[in-house]
């Protein structure tokens, strides 16, 4: 892919979510959409950014029991996105539901632990272990389990990419070097997470938040 930036359109106005993708297209690979667009636009919505030509990453975080997650992606499958996540946390059965429920073309790709989380968070919900070793433990889980890749943070991704060469790595949480961090915790900036073998980056307020979006996007594309 020549440009891995997804651009996060965290928003659930859809007249907005659309004119930022028509400001930044250029200087982006694809479109995040997340559970904020999901709920307030539907299927509908994703329907009608699709048509902007950019691939989609439907962001829904998919976490159940097996038999439920896979109906859900099933009402999901006509919009064939290009990327969607589920919960590794939801387990073996549950990912390998997923995997099989989903289009042939869609990546599945497991969320491990929340950019947003650091390790007195995890033992706060009793995970034992740091974030680095719960994101290799989970990634294990999900290659093991059949589907195509994880999301984590810039911290783990060399070593789950180095543990799983054939994975496909999104790595939010990314900011510019004296970014606003906000509620990200694991934070690298973007080139940074491209050396460690991001396969696509996921960036929202750095680029949506800014004066210049278009600028913004540009310039975190040229660092790469
Ligand atoms: O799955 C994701 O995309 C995701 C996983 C994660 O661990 N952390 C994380 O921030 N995200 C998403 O990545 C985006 C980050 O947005 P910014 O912090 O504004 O760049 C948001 O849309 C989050 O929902």
């Given at each position: 892919m020549s440009n891995r930036i997804y651009v996060a359109?965290?928003?659930?106005?859809l007249a907005k979510a659309h004119a930022m993708a028509g400001k930044v297209r250029r200087h982006v690979g694809g479109i995040k959409l997340g559970l904020e667009f999901f709920m307030a636009n539907g299927r509908p919505g994703v329907r009608e950014m699709a048509e902007l030509g950019l691939p989609i990453f439907l962001d829904l975080k998919l976490h159940d029991i097996p038999n439920t997650v896979a109906k859900a992606i099933m009402a999901l499958?006509?919009?064939?996105?290009?990327i969607l996540t589920v919960h590794a946390a939801g387990g073996r059965a549950m990912l390998e539901d997923a995997k099989a429920a989903a289009p042939a073309g869609t990546k599945v790709v497991a969320v491990t632990t929340?950019?947003?989380?650091d390790g007195t968070d995890l033992k706060s919900i009793g995970?034992?272990?740091?974030p680095h070793e719960q994101v290799l433990r989970l990634t294990e889980l999900a290659r093991d389990s059949g589907v195509d890749g994880v999301v984590c943070s810039g911290e783990e991704v060399a070593a789950a990419h180095k543990f799983w060469p054939k994975g496909f790595f999104v790595v939010p949480g990314v900011r510019p070097a004296n970014g606003v961090i906000g509620d990200q915790k694991r934070v690298v900036t973007p080139r940074a997470a491209i050396d460690g073998g991001a396969s696509i980056l996921v960036v929202g307020r750095p680029i949506?938040?800014?004066?210049d979006p278009d600028t913004a996007a540009r310039e975190i594309a040229a660092t790469l």
């Open positions: 359109l965290d928003t659930p106005d499958r006509e919009l064939a996105p290009a929340l950019t947003s989380l995970c034992m272990g740091d949506t938040q800014a004066e």
